[in-house]
């Protein structure tokens, strides 16, 4: 298994733009999550979803983070406008109940 | 929230001498998980230990956890420097939710 896979890796976008982070979790896993890390807040739960269903969308910031899961292979974060205080690392990770396996991340700057 | 925090902050130690990294927490959990992070990397899941659990192995890793006092430990047994990376607690909630909240990290540093 080639584990959870995001993109892109790095993504540097001006101010006002929108901005889609994408997510493959692994195959079987029925839980998926959407983390934000920076250095002052540490890691964030931004939105989890079970069976593609979100179940807690409690950490999302705002209005301009969206987040969906069409089908079971597949999950997008998306911000628009961006703001330059959404610069942070976003990891995506999904499970089954025995610990979470991460994705790489998405190193995001707005400018 | 019941966010887990590690103590201490940063850990600096030589090759071979023992790393002991803690966390607390605030309120009961179905279980505690350690994850690792290098640098610029995702996190990798390390050790799962259930409530009900006192002491956990795996490798020359060690964990405790004492839920009388809402606490675990992990123990890196003969540090290398490729251990080099910042150590995560999380809890989960007891009533069977799998969301997991993270601590801010242990950063540790095995020096040669």
């Known amino acids: 298994d080639a584990g959870v896979i995001q993109s892109p890796r790095h993504e540097v976008t001006e101010m006002g733009q929108e901005v889609t982070l994408r997510c493959k979790p692994i195959?079987?896993?029925?839980?998926l999550f959407w983390y934000r890390q920076t250095m002052m807040r540490g890691l964030e739960l931004l939105i989890y979803?079970?069976?593609?269903?979100?179940?807690?969308d409690s950490g999302m910031p705002e209005d301009r983070f969206s987040a969906k899961m069409p089908n079971a292979s597949f999950s997008t974060l998306k911000i628009q406008p961006s703001e330059p205080r959404d610069s942070a690392v976003y990891f995506c990770?999904?499970?089954?109940?025995?610990?979470?396996?991460f994705g790489s991340g998405t190193r995001l700057t707005v400018v | 929230s019941q966010q887990g925090e590690e103590d201490p902050q940063a850990l600096s130690i030589q090759e071979g001498e023992n790393a002991t990294m803690n966390c607390s927490y605030k309120?009961?959990?179905?279980?505690l998980q350690w994850y690792r992070q290098n640098s610029g990397r995702g996190l990798v899941h390390l050790i799962l230990?259930?409530?009900?659990?006192r002491e956990k192995h795996s490798g020359r890793l060690r964990v405790t956890l004492d839920t009388s006092k809402k606490s675990s430990s992990l123990l890196i047994t003969a540090p290398r420097a490729a251990d080099t990376a910042s150590y995560f607690c999380a809890t989960d909630a007891q009533g069977g939710s799998e969301k997991l909240v993270f601590g801010k990290g242990t950063k540790l540093t095995v020096n040669p």
């Open positions: 979803f079970n069976n593609n269903v979100p179940i807690d």
């Open positions: 309120t009961s959990i179905n279980n």
């Open positions: 195959s079987g896993h029925d839980y």
């Open positions: 230990i259930r409530s009900n659990e």
């Open positions: 990770a999904s499970s089954q109940r025995r610990g979470y396996t």
